[in-house]
């Protein structure tokens, strides 16, 4: 048989499960609101971080491959390409 106290306690119970999830939502937008400078420094050191990775190309030495391709010159030994591509795969198994 419900009583009054079980609808007050029952209503009371509703309200506290609400108040613990509008706390647990708060708890996360704070964590999450960092400030904007701190993302941008970050930003910045991580894109640092890639381009330094980044190997330098050598403009003269892909001009000179391409024009080699164009005339039909460029050596190519199929041996020295195989032999690297299996070596980097087992070094990509490890």
């Given at each position: ?32 609101n ?31 491959m ?29």
């Amino acid at each position: 048989m419900k009583t009054q106290f079980d609808t007050i306690r029952r209503k009371e119970l509703k309200l506290y499960r609400q108040d613990e999830k509008v706390s647990e939502k708060k708890a996360e937008t704070q964590k999450t609101n960092v400030p904007k400078e701190k993302v941008e420094v970050f930003e910045v050191e991580s894109l640092k971080e890639k381009i330094s990775q980044v190997p330098d190309v050598d403009l003269e030495k892909v001009k000179e491959m391409k024009q080699k391709i164009k005339n039909g010159t460029l050596a190519v030994d199929a041996e020295k390409i195989a032999g690297s591509l299996i070596d980097e795969a087992l070094q990509n198994l490890e």
